[in-house]
């Protein structure tokens, strides 16, 4: 397994019957009221029918040598049932789909695509739609307090992000997210993730990892992320550099490419 599977990790859950986060203090709901304000707020969000956008990054593995991983990623926003293009460099291309159920991959997977099909669906959706997503069911917003990123002198709000016991896949992972105290946008959040088939030695959970936004762009009202960079949070080592592009919050939900072509293997991962 490559590190990439630690530093690229989501909290994976699907839509439950409860409604909203639970907040610690008045204080923390203002603060996440304003973050999602300063991305664009929760109307557009709503009334996107998909998320989508396309994915390049570089994995640091040692010395001068990154590894590089293509994706395009296709999610409904309300039922989180996703598809995914895989490609590789030589123009042939993998494809992994969720229903919610049940994950499938298929076609040429090489290096970091031959990650666990339902593992992968949602990875990337959720750390790049982090300030919409505090919003889910589940979610457990701690009180502010203050802290610091790699490379940076600059103090950012802090919350932690937890989920309830039984909600989806992942319920143990944890994330701090880094607010600007002047914007209010989210600068980046730090994570540990807890999908079981991932760990390593017997451990129930990762090493934190950094993720910092380096670029942003407005698509449909919403401000999302173009880059980012993801460091180790003891060393702060660079990790990960990646370029998020194509985005779109219209397009219709294609759910023909849900269904596993014949060859296709079932993913059979623990989370």
Known sequence: MTPFITLLSSALFAVTPATGPSYA???????????????????????????????????HVGNDNWLEYWEQVTVERQSRRAYAKLPNPDGSAGQIAFDGQEAWSAGDLRGLARAPARFSAWRNFYL???????QDPGVILGKPTHGQIPHDDKSYIKIEMTFEAEVGDT??????????????????????????????NGANSSPASVLIWDGDQSVSG??????????????????????????AFDKAFDESRLIAPEGATADASTP
Not at 36 to 52: E, K, T, V
Not at 179 to 187: A, G, H, N, T, W
């Open 171 to 200: 319920p143990g992972d944890v994330y701090a997210l880094y607010i600007d105290p002047q914007s209010y946008r989210l600068k980046g959040y730090e994570y540990v993730m807890t999908y079981a088939s991932m760990m390593q």
């Open 25 to 59: 203090s008045p204080q923390t709901q203002e603060i996440i009221t304003k973050m999602i304000d300063a991305h664009g707020g929760m109307q557009p969000w709503l009334a996107a029918p998909s998320i989508s956008f396309d994915c390049h990054l570089k994995l």
């Open 128 to 134: 790049f739609n982090l300030p919409w997503l505090t």
């Open 222 to 247: 919403m401000i999302v992320p173009t880059r980012y960079n993801v460091y180790w949070s003891e060393s702060h080592d660079l990790v990960v550099t990646g370029e998020v592009s194509n985005w």
